[in-house]
C-alpha cells in the first residue's frame, strides 16, 4: 500500500502506478538474489521514468536523424522545438510534472540558452542546420537540452525520495554555483579555473552523502559519486546527440567522432550547477534521525552504496 509519504511526494498519476507497482512485487521476496533483482530492477525503471523528458527528447533526435523528409516546410530544429513544448504541455496535462518542475525547466531553459549563444559565437560547437525559431546561430530547442537535466534532477528527487547528511551551507553552494556559470563564459578570455572549482566542490561536498528510497530499502552513497555518474550518462547522451547532429563540435564537422572525455570534466561542473539551481525550488532534505537504521546486508542493487538502510 502506498504510504502518506508517497502520496506527497508523488502526483496524483505516479501514486497510483506506485500503487499498482506495489501490488505486484510486494509479492516477491525481500532479501536474497530475487529481492536484490527486485531493487535493481526498480532502480533502473524509477531511474527511466525521472529522466522521461530527456529520453523522448533524445529519442526524437535519432529520429530525426534517421529519417526526415526534407520537403515538409518544417525544419528539423523547429520540429525538436515545438516536439519538445509539446511534451512540456503533456507531461503537465497527465500529470507526470509538477508546475515546480515545470519552473525549473523554465530556468534551465534561459540559462542554458544564455550559455549556448555565447559558445557558438566563440566556436565551441555549431548548429550546422537551418532553423526559424532561434536566436542568433541557436536554434531555441537547444534551451531544453539544459532544461531535460534540470527535469530529471527535480523528478528524481522526489521519486527516489532523495534526504541529505552533511549537506553544505545553502549560501555556499549558490556562491559555488554562480562562480562554475561565470567560468564558462570567462574561461575564454582569462585563466580556466575549472580544477580549482574541483577542489571546492570536492571540499564542500566531501562528506555528503545522498540517501534515497528504490522499492523497499533506502540506499546511500556518497553524493560526489553521484554527481560523476550522472555526468558520464550525460556524456553518453552528448555523443548520441552529437552523432544525430542535432549539433556537433569542430572536430566533428568531417565525420562524427567520439566527444573527447575531456568534455567529462565540463559535464561535472554543469551537475554541480544544475543540482544547485534545482534545490532553489526543492531544498535538499536532511535525513531524519529515526531513519537512521542499521544497515542492512549488501544486495546487487546497491551499485556502488556502502549500506541499505531499512524502509
Known amino acids: 500500500m502506498v504510504q502518506r509519504s508517497d502520496e506527497r511526494r508523488f502526483t496524483s498519476l505516479e501514486a497510483r502506478i506506485d500503487a ?10 525481500r532479501h536474497g538474489v530475487l529481492g536484490g533483482l527486485t531493487e535493481f530492477l526498480v532502480f533502473g525503471i524509477k531511474q527511466a521514468f525521472a529522466c522521461l523528458f530527456g529520453g523522448v527528447l533524445l529519442a526524437l533526435m535519432i529520429a530525426t536523424k534517421l529519417a526526415w523528409p526534407d520537403d515538409i516546410g518544417l525544419a528539423r530544429y523547429d520540429f525538436l522545438f515545438l ?9 503537465l496535462a497527465f500529470k507526470l510534472e509538477t508546475i515546480a ?18 559558445k557558438t559565437s566563440v566556436g565551441s560547437w555549431i548548429y550546422p542546420e537551418e532553423s526559424f525559431f532561434r536566436i542568433g546561430g541557436v536554434p531555441l530547442f537547444s534551451g531544453f537540452m539544459y532544461a531535460a537535466v534540470g527535469s530529471y534532477l527535480a523528478r528524481v528527487s522526489r521519486i527516489l525520495d532523495l534526504h541529505y547528511t552533511h549537506y553544505p551551507s545553502r549560501w555556499m553552494t549558490v556562491l559555488l554555483a554562480l562562480a562554475i556559470y561565470v567560468n564558462f563564459f570567462t574561461h575564454h578570455f582569462i585563466i580556466d579555473l575549472r580544477y580549482l572549482l574541483f577542489g571546492v566542490i570536492a571540499i564542500l561536498f566531501f562528506r555528503t552523502t545522498v540517501h534515497y528510497r528504490v522499492f523497499r ?35 566533428q564537422h ?43 546486508s549488501t544486495s546487487i542493487a546497491d551499485l556502488g552504496e556502502t549500506a541499505q538502510i531499512s524502509r
Open 83 to 91: 516536439a519538445a513544448l509539446g511534451i512540456q504541455l503533456l507531461m
Open 217 to 251: 530499502f533506502r540506499h546511500r552513497m556518497p553524493l560526489l559519486l553521484g554527481f560523476l555518474l550522472i555526468a558520464l550518462f550525460i556524456w553518453f547522451a552528448e555523443n548520441i546527440g552529437t552523432w544525430s547532429r542535432a549539433w556537433i563540435y569542430p572536430s
Open 101 to 118: 518542475e515545470a519552473k525549473v525547466i523554465l530556468i534551465f531553459h534561459i540559462v542554458g540558452t544564455l550559455m549556448e549563444i555565447f
Open 254 to 296: 568531417g565525420g562524427w567522432t567520439l566527444v573527447s572525455l575531456h568534455k567529462l570534466g565540463a559535464w561535472y561542473l554543469l551537475m554541480i550547477l544544475s543540482f544547485v539551481l534545482v534545490t532553489l525550488v526543492h531544498r535538499p532534505r536532511p535525513l531524519a534521525a529515526t531513519n537512521q537504521l542499521h544497515p542492512l
Open 20 to 29: 499498482a507497482a506495489h501490488r505486484l512485487l510486494d509479492r516477491l521476496p
